[in-house]
T-cell receptor
Framework: SQQGEEDPQALSIQEGENATMNCSYK?????LQWYRQNSGRGLVHLIL?????REKHSGRLRVTLDTSKKSSSLLITASRAADTASYFC????????????FGKGTMLLVSP | NAGVTQTPKFQVLKTGQSMTLQCAQD?????MSWYRQDPGMGLRLIHY???????DQGEVPNGYNVSRSTTEDFPLRLLSAAPSQTSVYFC?????????????FGSGTRLTVV
């Protein structure tokens, strides 16, 4: 079953605007990761945030994690047409051989 | 180029046929996984391996077998293809579970079972 659930399912914005995607999960985690997938391609790792971290930045990306609410958000600032893609959150549990469990993704469309 | 290589990129099978999806990585990663991606379902874990000789089942293992005889290779075998196995299959690898670099994904194999 899916661990993470992204919200919204689809998001359409103009270039230059900020895009915010949310992810909720159900069980305790070791870390949460965000991935991007361009149409017809494999997934690309964007950023990882550990359970003891609250916020992390990487370029135009800002990720927050609230373990009390079991939720995370991904903010892309000053969006570009090239940011058009699907974005997935993935959680890793605390067991010894933990694997990544993915949500269903948010489709982001950035129009010029 | 370093990364995860999947072959073939496209495959059409008839119901009941068997085949092997190949996955190879040249980054000396310990962790390797197979996912399938279906419309509206996100990615679901089929099988994974934490090192050579060690494999385990994921969320949707039925109809699939794996083995890990070397660090580099992690093939996925479809024993008797069914239309329900029509999907896009991704192989991924990682240095360790919580690596800052996350998982590296292959470009996928699009499989159609008729």
């Amino acid at each position: 079953s899916q661990q993470g659930e992204e919200d919204p399912q689809a998001l359409s914005i103009q270039e230059g605007e900020n895009a915010t995607m949310n992810c909720s999960y159900k069980t305790s985690i070791n870390n949460l990761q965000w991935y991007r997938q361009n149409s017809g391609r494999g997934l690309v790792h964007l950023i990882l945030i550990r359970s003891n971290e609250r916020e992390k930045h990487s370029g135009r990306l800002r990720v927050t994690l609230d373990t009390s609410k079991k939720s995370s958000s991904l903010l892309i600032t000053a969006s570009r047409a090239a940011d058009t893609a699907s974005y997935f959150c993935a959680t890793m549990g605390n067991s010894g051989y933990s694997t990544l469990t993915f949500g269903k993704g948010t489709m982001l469309l950035v129009s010029p | 180029n370093a990364g995860v290589t999947q072959t073939p990129k496209f495959q059409v099978l008839k119901t009941g046929q068997s085949m092997t999806l190949q996955c190879a990585q040249d980054m000396n990663h310990e962790y390797m996984s197979w996912y399938r991606q279906d419309p509206g379902m996100g990615l679901r874990l089929i099988h994974y391996s934490v090192g050579a000789g060690i494999t385990d089942q994921g969320e949707v293992p039925n109809g699939y077998n794996v083995s890990r005889s070397t660090t580099e290779d992690f093939p996925l075998r479809l024993l008797s293809a069914a239309p329900s196995q029509t999907s896009v299959y991704f192989c991924a690898s990682s240095q360790q579970g919580g690596s800052e670099y996350g998982y590296t994904f292959g470009s996928g194999t699009r499989l159609t079972v008729v």
